[in-house]
């Protein structure tokens, strides 16, 4: 008699291939967000080195708010 607990269990099977689809899916949106932030981070960069080099001015930074 063969053990029990080495069976196959189909409904098993089919949650954990939900469960691998589920995260391959979170795993690629994650990997997109991250790859497009990286680009507009670099892009920033670049133009940021550039305005420098060109002799443009910099933006001031914005000042807090006077209260009311």
């Known amino acids: 008699m063969g053990n029990p ?3 196959k269990n189909p409904f ?3 949650w954990l291939s ?3 689809s589920a995260a391959g899916s979170a795993r690629g949106h994650a990997t997109r967000t ?3 932030q990286v680009a507009a981070t670099q892009a ?3 133009r940021q080195v550039l305005d420098f080099w060109m ?3 910099a933006k001031k ?3 807090k708010k006077p209260r009311k």
């Open 18 to 20: 939900a469960a691998n």
């Open 44 to 46: 920033e960069a670049t």
């Open 61 to 63: 930074a914005a000042g």
């Open 55 to 57: 002799g443009k001015p």
């Open 34 to 36: 991250a790859k497009r």
């Open 12 to 14: 098993m099977s089919m």
């Open 5 to 7: 607990w080495a069976k």
